[in-house]
């Protein structure tokens, strides 16, 4: 299985733009990456996906380099209900299986 | 739009019972569905993949008789767990795929499962 790295967690404070990288090194040529967010007891929510360089929404942007084995999700002016385990997710370069990351814990302080 | 839904969100049964869960997309139609399982403080683990009218593809380590998992409809997929324990208490999350859109996945809300 293919695999995803990420920081288990990270601190930040309100109003600070948060960046979290993801390094997956199998990623397939045709897949996309895409970001979701989860709260305690919850199912995740989709933030953002992509395939190549930047894409940016309402919420907020995604860096991918042109080689692709990584991605980082850029979080503009934090607020504490950012407080949130973010995982990025790709589908396995050697079959069609999705896998999750380990999750970064991204603690939001005031 | 895109919305899934779980039902029940949570459920407490007596060890040796089976326990029904249902997912369903609401305003789209998913050809595919997926189910996880997420223990406390551990990222979602893909239990089996399900597609509309055929049958179910389980990962490595899940066993399909435990885990029976019927997809009838382009809107519901059910998981049901078989005659169970309480090391099968967990809190399990579907997913659909928007048809179309390969890589997009939206997830229920989630259905915790105690079982005594």
């Known amino acids: 299985l293919a695999k995803t790295t990420q920081p288990i967690s ?23 990456i895409t970001w979701y967010q989860q709260f305690p007891s ?5 933030i953002i996906q992509g395939y190549k360089t930047k894409v940016t929404n309402e919420v907020a942007s995604l860096f991918i380099p042109a080689d692709r084995k990584s991605s980082t999700l850029s979080l503009p002016r934090v607020s504490l209900s950012d407080t949130a385990v973010y995982y990025c997710l790709v589908r396995d370069n050697y079959g069609q299986n999705f896998v999750f990351g380990p999750g970064t814990r991204l603690s939001v302080l005031p | 739009g895109a919305v899934v839904s779980q039902h029940p969100s949570w459920v ?17 139609q998913a050809t595919t569905m997926f189910w996880y399982r997420q223990f406390p403080k551990q990222s979602l683990m893909l239990m089996a993949t399900s597609n509309e009218g055929s049958k179910a593809t389980y990962e490595q380590g899940v066993e399909k008789d435990k885990f029976l998992i019927n997809h009838a409809s382009l ?12 090391e099968d208490s967990s809190f399990y999350i579907c997913s659909a795929r928007l048809a179309g859109m390969v890589d997009t996945q939206y997830f229920g809300p989630g259905t915790r499962l105690t079982v005594l």
């Open chain 2, 75 to 86: 809107t519901l997929s059910t998981l049901t767990v078989t005659s169970a324990h309480p």
């Open chain 1, 10 to 32: 990270m601190d930040s404070y309100e109003g600070q733009e948060v960046n979290i990288t993801c390094s997956h090194n199998n990623i397939a040529t045709n897949d996309y």
């Open chain 2, 12 to 28: 407490i049964c007596k060890s040796g019972t089976s326990v029904k869960i249902e997912c369903r997309s609401l305003d789209f």
């Open chain 1, 42 to 46: 919850q199912g995740p929510r989709f």
